[in-house]
């Protein structure tokens, strides 16, 4: 059952309900990061030359620091989960990327990072609605699915770049012999520490492979399974499968 009094649950009340009113979405969410010096400026404003959203656990801080360690000086707003971000993306003709994943795998990930406070069916509810309020704005985004984020993000650079015509230079080995991908891995870890204003990494929360986290999974897909009702399972993989014929 979702915790009424947990912070996490207001704060995707947040995203869903208020989310979706701009008046509200770009004060709140301004106020509500002004406190971490590591989330402002992620809201869609009039600098923001990117923008990267879906929902929680899609890959939203890959692609964010992937550009980032790409194109320092780009201003990229990503990580509010808001059908807002992709709104204001589309009104302004800004370049964006909609991230999806399959829905199993993201809500049991965003269930674990919560850690357990939220229950499947109301992240069930949230994963439906975020991809059903963007589809309207479907001529206005890239998609990109998990695979080709984490696994091939010269192809998110491409559409970028054929696109809009940006200049996001494409990863080579020549400039991370060490490989892009795992570049990208040490950005996420030193954002976590800065934004969390710690020396530790906890597993369970870090966007990025976890062992600790892939064993949890094992057992809470079982459980998402048996908790969530099988039409609003239905619903998401509907969705999912929708986004997936116009991904990259």
């Not at 976890?210 to 998402?224: G, L, N, P, V, Y």
Request: proline share 5%; hydrophobic share 35%.
């Amino acid at each position: 059952m979702t915790r009424f009094i947990s912070i996490d649950y207001w704060r995707w009340v947040a995203r869903g309900d208020l989310g979706r009113i701009p008046r509200v979405f770009g004060p709140t969410e301004r106020f509500k990061r002004s406190f971490n010096p590591a989330y402002r400026n992620l809201a869609v404003n009039r600098a923001t030359d990117i923008v990267v959203e879906g929902y929680p656990r899609s890959g939203n801080t890959f692609a964010a620091q992937a550009l980032q360690l790409l194109s320092p000086e780009a201003k990229i707003a990503h990580r509010c989960h808001s059908f807002t971000q992709v709104s204001l993306a589309a009104k302004n003709n800004i370049p964006c990327v909609v991230l999806i994943r399959s829905p199993t795998d993201a809500i049991v990930s965003a269930w674990i990072h919560a850690d357990g406070k939220l229950s499947f069916p109301f992240l069930a509810q949230h994963y439906a609605s975020f991809y059903r309020s963007c589809w309207s704005l479907r001529d206005h985004f890239l998609v990109s699915d998990f695979d080709t984020t984490t696994r091939n993000f010269t192809k998110v650079v491409q559409g970028l770049n054929d696109r809009w015509q940006t200049e996001v230079p494409s990863p080579s080995r020549q400039h991370y012999p060490n490989g892009f991908r795992n570049e990208v891995f040490m950005a996420i870890d030193r954002f976590y520490k800065s934004s969390q204003n710690t020396d530790q990494v906890i597993e369970a929360h870090v966007s990025r492979p976890s062992e600790d986290r892939e064993r949890q999974k094992t057992i809470r897909r079982i459980q998402a399974d048996e908790e969530i009702p099988m039409r609003l399972q239905a619903r998401c993989e509907a969705w999912y499968q929708t986004y997936r014929t116009h991904s990259l």
